[in-house]
């Protein structure tokens, strides 16, 4: 659902939303679409700056957001179609989730030297 | 490579490494045992409070580890055995990665409720 490299952040500090959740068995197609959708729809939210996302086949997934300020935070879960997502999240999508708001304050890369 | 739930961690605040990573194609035993004994020596490392991890079939992987201090992440990321892991990472295992340093101030959970 998420690009295929590590988010592109700013330089520190900003913030990251790690939500970490597992999975049910049910409802894989309409699960997707919505992730899909949300990830569209968090692309336009302001002081939005990158997500990254990764699910094992056993069911644990983690999807990390960052943001610039934790107002654009909180701005993001009252947008209207991320409540409606959420409440199918609760009621179908997931068996357990962990989400927690944290201030980045250091960060570094690697890339591989070209061949 | 992590346990198939969300970690339990303490009330905030705490600090997450969140390391982002995109592998290359090859040494997957080497690099899976290897993984594999990194978590367990975070495991004994002081300060280490839990971890998370998932790694999409494209190759993109999110791995979480929550500690209790900087001091702890800086202590774990000097260890020798994980130094040398380090090393292999970046010479063999790792395309690119990205590490991030958060302090974690506010986290919620959802258990579903049983049958």
Do not use: N
């Amino acid at each position: 659902m998420g690009p295929d490299s590590p988010a592109r952040t700013p330089e520190p500090p900003y913030y990251a939303v790690i939500f970490t959740s597992v999975r049910t068995l049910v409802d894989d197609a309409e699960y997707a679409r919505t992730a899909e959708q949300m990830v569209d729809l968090a692309r336009l939210q302001p002081g939005f700056l990158g997500v990254e996302s990764a699910r094992e086949a056993s069911g644990l997934g983690i999807t990390v957001s960052y943001w610039t300020t934790l107002d654009a935070i909180a701005a993001w879960k009252a947008q209207a179609d991320h409540l409606a997502a959420q409440r199918l999240g609760r009621e179908r999508w997931y068996g357990s989730y962990e989400l927690r708001v944290a201030r980045v304050e250091r960060a570094y890369g690697f890339q591989r030297p070209g061949p």
